[in-house]
C-alpha cells in the first residue's frame, strides 16, 4: 500500500498554500471544484487572504464504470471528452448523451444549491486560482478551466495537492499554471494519497461557503 501524504483535504490546503503564498497575486480570486476541492480551497483563499467561490464540473463516467471518467461537463458549457479513452473503449460522445445530460443536471442542481440566488463572484481581470483535492485524468479540471476563460480572467492557475504522473503538464494547454505538490509514480486514484478522504457534502460546501 502506498504511504499516505496527506493526513485530509486541510492539510492538502495547507501544505499548497504555502507554495502559492509565495507569489504574487492581483485581486485573487478561489475557487473550489465541487465538493471535495471546497476544503482544500477555503483554506488555501485564507491563507492568500482571497474570496472564496465554488467551481462545479461533473464528470461523465464509462458505461458501467460511472467512477472511471471520459469526459467532463459544466452547467452550461460544452462537454469535454478523452478522445484518446473513448478510442480505448470504443465509445462515441453520441454514445454518452444520456450519461451527459444526466451529469449537467446535477451540476446544475448543485450550482444552484451552492450560489442559493446569488450572482456569481465576477472573474474578469482577476487572478483566478481553481483549486481541486487532486488531479487524476484532467478531464473536469480542463471542462471547468474553458468555463473560467469566458469569464476573460487575468490569468488562472489550476491547484492541487496531488496528480496522476504528466497530468500536470497536459493542463499547461488550459491553464495559465499548474501548481501540484506531488506527482507520485505509483498513483492509482487520488483518495490513496490521503489518510483520511471522507466524502464531502453539499452541507460541508455550504458551511465552508458561509465561512
Known amino acids: 500500500m502506498a504511504t499516505r ?13 504555502v507554495a502559492l503564498s509565495r507569489r504574487s497575486w492581483a485581486d485573487p480570486l478561489v475557487l473550489g471544484l465541487a465538493r471535495g476541492g471546497v476544503p482544500v480551497a ?4 485564507a491563507r492568500l487572504g482571497a474570496e472564496l467561490d465554488v467551481a462545479v464540473a461533473r464528470k461523465i463516467g464509462a458505461p458501467g464504470r460511472r467512477e472511471f471518467g471520459v469526459g ?4 452550461d458549457g460544452p462537454a469535454i471528452y478523452d ?17 451527459e445530460h444526466r451529469e449537467r443536471a446535477e451540476a446544475r442542481r ?54 496522476a504522473p504528466g497530468a500536470a503538464a497536459g493542463l499547461l494547454r488550459e491553464a495559465d499554471d499548474v501548481v501540484c505538490l506531488t506527482e ?28
Request: charge should be positive; glycine fraction near 10%.
Open 184 to 211: 507520485p509514480p505509483d498513483f492509482r486514484a487520488v483518495g490513496q494519497w490521503y489518510a483520511d478522504f471522507r466524502q464531502t457534502s453539499d452541507e460541508d460546501v455550504l458551511d465552508l461557503l458561509a465561512r
Open 83 to 99: 478522445e484518446a479513452i473513448l478510442r480505448g473503449l470504443r465509445l462515441t460522445a453520441a454514445r454518452m448523451a444520456r450519461a
Open 42 to 45: 477555503a483554506v488555501v483563499a
Open 110 to 163: 448543485r450550482l444552484a444549491r451552492y450560489r442559493d440566488g446569488r450572482e456569481p463572484v465576477g472573474v474578469a481581470g482577476r487572478d483566478v486560482i481553481l483549486v481541486d483535492d487532486g488531479l487524476a485524468t484532467g478531464v473536469t479540471a480542463t471542462a471547468a478551466l474553458r468555463d473560467l476563460r469566458a469569464g476573460r480572467p487575468a490569468t488562472v492557475v489550476f491547484a492541487a495537492p496531488v496528480g
Open 72 to 75: 467532463a461537463v459544466t452547467s
Open 5 to 17: 501524504v496527506f493526513a485530509d483535504r486541510e492539510d492538502g490546503g495547507r501544505r499548497l498554500a
